[in-house]
């Protein structure tokens, strides 16, 4: 087991009617809120109204129209926001994306020059502004850890920028807000959540024994509950349990003891870099070719273990085990309505060599993961599930 260094320090008010604590969570960072949303639900939903009711005393600065797959140019609206009109805390309401705005604008009102350089300088990253979080959708784990994913759509990279001062402070996760998610939202999130514990679960390290229990649990919940949100959307139980997973599928819990660079996601990246596409559609497009592209003597005992207290999985040898859960998966994919070839997404083969090359270069795919892959390979997985 590797040497870690855990420690979250988000304040998780989890349930029903929580959201009534932000008037006095806020006052204590002061008065001036920006509150950072998306492209209307919350409006839909009445989440804004009550919002607004409940912080009356406030004065309240909004930036809505943050974009999935959030853009760079919000950010610096955003931080511009912050800067003129001295903020003292930022809102975010929504889900990954407008948590992951939140998080860079946080840094960036506190740095002269352009947002984007400090992705690709961290060290510039002095100081943040506090960040709360309203989450409305279940996926990125972003209400409880410190990385943002943001685009810059003018080189069609999209990177992660991340730190200790960016963790939220607090994170209101209340499950009825999940009840208005469209279902494709729902099922992208799950499989994120899904992807995100896999990520971390195919690593080389053997000996993390707790970690990986934990891993599986948390997978099982999400294959349980699911299709259970699909079906009945306001399922309390079910909401309850895949919005805890998504918070500790990326809070690192399961990366205890653990270590590695992770493979599906720059893969997925450079899609919904490039493409736009929903993230987790992505991930569920890439994940099972991934597998298949791994599976060798050297992976398949842990891919068997997968099977096996994942998926319940039992066969006359670890290579059929394995097999057997690429196709479990799929079929979960396919149960969810999520999409299985590029295709559907609308992505045709003219930037496979491009984003290949960005992901190698963009991430530690071809060195620290599981089983690096280089260039061509990478090529060849967005050949194999093409359509
Ligand atoms: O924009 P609005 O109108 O609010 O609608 C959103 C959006 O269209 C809608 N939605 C959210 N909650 C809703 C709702 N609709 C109805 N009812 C609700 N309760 O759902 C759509 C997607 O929202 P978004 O925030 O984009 O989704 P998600 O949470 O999946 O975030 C995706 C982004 O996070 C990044 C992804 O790459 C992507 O950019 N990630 C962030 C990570 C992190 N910070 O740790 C890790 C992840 O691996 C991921 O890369
Ligand atoms: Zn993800």
Known sequence: MNNFDFCVPTDIRFGKGQIQCLPEELGKYGKRILMVYGGGSIKRTGLY??????????????????EPNPKIASVRKGAA???????????AVGGGSSIDASKHIACAAYYDGDPWDLMLDR??????????????????????????VITNDE?????????????????????????TLPPRQTAAGVADILSHAMEQYF????DAYLTDRITESLMRTVIHYGPIAMKDPENYEARANIMWAGSLGLNHILTVGKGGAWSCHPIEHELSAYY???????????????????????TVKRFAMFAKNVWGIEADNEREAAEKSIEALEQF??????????????????????????????????TRSYYPLNEKEIVKIYEDCAE
């Open 49 to 66: 109204d009550e919002i607004m009711d409940l912080l009356k005393d406030f004065d309240i600065y909004e930036l809505p129209g943050i």
């Open 155 to 179: 080189t069609n990279e999209k990177l992660e920028i991340a730190g200790k001062i960016l963790y939220p402070t607090i994170s209101i996760c209340d499950p009825t807000y999940l009840y």
């Open 276 to 298: 736009d596409i929903t993230h987790g559609e992505g991930l569920a497009i890439v994940t099972p070719a991934w597998m298949r592209s791994v599976l060798c003597d050297k």
């Open 81 to 91: 926001i912050c800067k003129e009109k001295k903020i003292d805390v930022i809102l």
């Open 123 to 148: 060290k510039r990253m002095t100081k943040a502004l506090p960040i709360a979080v309203v989450l409305t959708l279940a996926a990125t784990g972003s209400e409880m850890n410190p990385g943002a």
């Open 333 to 366: 994919f396919k149960s969810m309505g999520l999409p299985s070839t590029l295709k559907e997404v609308g992505i045709g083969p003219d930037k496979f060599e491009e984003m290949a090359r960005e992901a190698v270069r963009t991430s530690g795919i071809s």
């Open 203 to 206: 690593q080389p390290t053997d």
